[in-house]
T-cell receptor
Framework: KAGVTQTPRYLIKTRGQQVTLSCSPISGHRSVSWYQQTPGQGLQFLFEYFSETQRNKGNFPGRFSGRQFSNSRSEMNVSTLELGDSALYLC??????????FGNGTRLTVT | GESVGLHLPTLSVQEGDNSIINCAYSNSASDYFIWYKQESGKGPQFIIDIRSNMDKRQGQRVTVLLNKTVKHLSLQIAATQPGDSAVYFCAENNRDDKIIFGKGTRLHILP
């Protein structure tokens, strides 16, 4: 069974731009969560989607948004990028109350 | 508040010895705890989990201990191997169904 797939693997953007990251969950998993990982703050919860609805949200500004499609694939968008948005963005999927299964992330660098 | 922390940021262990990684959590309402391992360039990988109605759970070479009285979680790795080198995260699932991660402990294996 294929794992969680995130694209692209690396991304370089400039301040003020916007970016869209993609995540394909494990087949059959309907819950998708997004995390931001930085050396200083560790893994911080962004949001969780289930059946195309945002079920939970972390403490990030409105520039961070996401969505989930009917096939459970998810995208997250960051608008008006800031230098501090440079991070590894991780997507995880789960089935019911099972543990999160993570992808290898998208490394975003904002210059 | 919702915070999960680590007692030690870096742990160095001789190959073949047992490793113990500690974690403190603050939310007494959390009912599910998970340990993840993250190798360089990869996303976190599930190791073992434990529910709050248990105080010990064993896997292959790993044991998780939960002490709800002092809100402490530990991961024990038996006969530590070079492949165990990674950053280890504890995480808690609070009653709001958010998975909150600790900052992580880097496990360094000495030859």
């Amino acid at each position: 069974k294929a794992g969680v797939t995130q694209t692209p693997r690396y991304l370089i953007k400039t301040r003020g731009q916007q970016v869209t990251l993609s995540c394909s969950p494990i087949s059959g998993h309907r819950s998708v969560s997004w995390y931001q990982q930085t050396p200083g703050q560790g893994l911080q919860f962004l949001f969780e989607y289930f059946s195309e609805t945002q079920r939970n949200k972390g403490n990030f500004p409105g520039r961070f948004s996401g969505r989930q499609f009917s096939n459970s694939r998810s995208e997250m968008n960051v608008s008006t990028l800031e230098l501090g948005d440079s991070a590894l963005y991780l997507c995880a999927s789960s089935l019911g109350s099972s543990p999160l299964h993570f992808g290898n992330g998208t490394r975003l660098t904002v210059t | 508040g919702e915070s999960v922390g680590l007692h030690l940021p870096t742990l160095s262990v001789q190959e073949g010895d047992n490793s113990i990684i500690n974690c403190a959590y603050s939310n007494s309402a959390s009912d599910y705890f998970i340990w993840y391992k993250q190798e360089s360039g990869k996303g976190p990988q599930f190791i073992i989990d434990i529910r709050s109605n248990m105080d010990k759970r064993q896997g292959q070479r790993v044991t998780v201990l939960l002490n709800k009285t002092v809100k402490h979680l530990s991961l024990q790795i038996a006969a530590t191997q070079p492949g165990d080198s990674a950053v280890y995260f504890c995480a808690e699932n609070n009653r709001d169904d958010k998975i909150i991660f600790g900052k992580g402990t880097r496990l360094h294996i000495l030859p």
